[in-house]
């Protein structure tokens, strides 16, 4: 039985690094069962680079009319800062960000020395090891809820230590600022979107911002 929803706000998906909008489905058809329209953008870091993925990203914003909200996995959360934070067009009433790396991963200095994945993601990739790219990345001026994993490895022989992870991105580098409020789960980084309690996390942060939209 299909959910409703008093607000007619549109949900904007973007997906991460190395992904396709396919690895979003499944958190797709739980958004739209409960009663949202929802709309993919879709990019390929190794035949555009980071700033012409952003340029395309704030023309794709500016076309949306209507109230309108964003779901970003991994990558596409630096993208969404970094295309809002030179967009005119209306803001999103909400962000929610599911393993994005808001300060910089330790791992992408590591993968970034291996041609391999130099060719593949290109200049998203070369941004991910560089500290300047994470300090000049534009703040969110929308409402945002961060979600996290922490099942990845930790001990003496993980690249993270004793910090919780999510096998790909750490919990300490999922914050925006100190004070957040980071939402965790015992998920990996590659696949969360597709667990139960993550896609209810998303829909109830979402019904929230549509919420205090029509109270507003």
């Given at each position: ?153 930790r001990g003496v022989w993980s690249p993270f230590g004793a910090d919780l992870n999510d096998g790909i991105v750490a919990l300490n580098e999922t914050y925006l600022s100190p004070c957040d409020r980071v939402i965790t789960f015992p998920v990996y980084h590659t696949f969360m979107m597709n667990h ?21």
């Open positions: 039985m299909q959910e409703t929803d008093t607000s007619a706000m549109k949900i904007l998906l973007i997906h991460g690094l190395s992904r396709t909008p396919l690895s979003l489905l499944l958190l797709e058809r739980r958004l739209q069962q409960a009663g949202w329209t929802t709309e993919h953008f879709a990019y390929t870091a190794v035949l555009e680079s980071y700033d012409r993925i952003v340029a395309r990203l704030q023309s794709r914003l500016h076309r949306i009319q209507e109230p309108y909200s964003i779901v970003v996995h991994s990558l596409g959360g630096l993208l969404t800062r970094s295309a809002l934070g030179q967009n005119e067009s209306a803001l999103p009433n909400h962000v929610v960000m599911l393993g994005t790396p808001n300060r910089q991963p330790r791992l992408a200095t590591f993968a970034n020395q291996i041609p391999l994945f130099q060719w593949w993601t290109g200049q998203c990739g070369a941004n991910l090891a560089e500290q300047a790219f994470f300090v000049n990345l534009p703040p969110l001026e929308s409402p945002y809820t961060i979600i996290a994993g922490t099942s990845g490895p139960w309690h993550v896609q209810e996390t998303v829909v109830q942060a979402l019904k929230l911002a549509a919420n205090a939209t029509i109270s507003a």
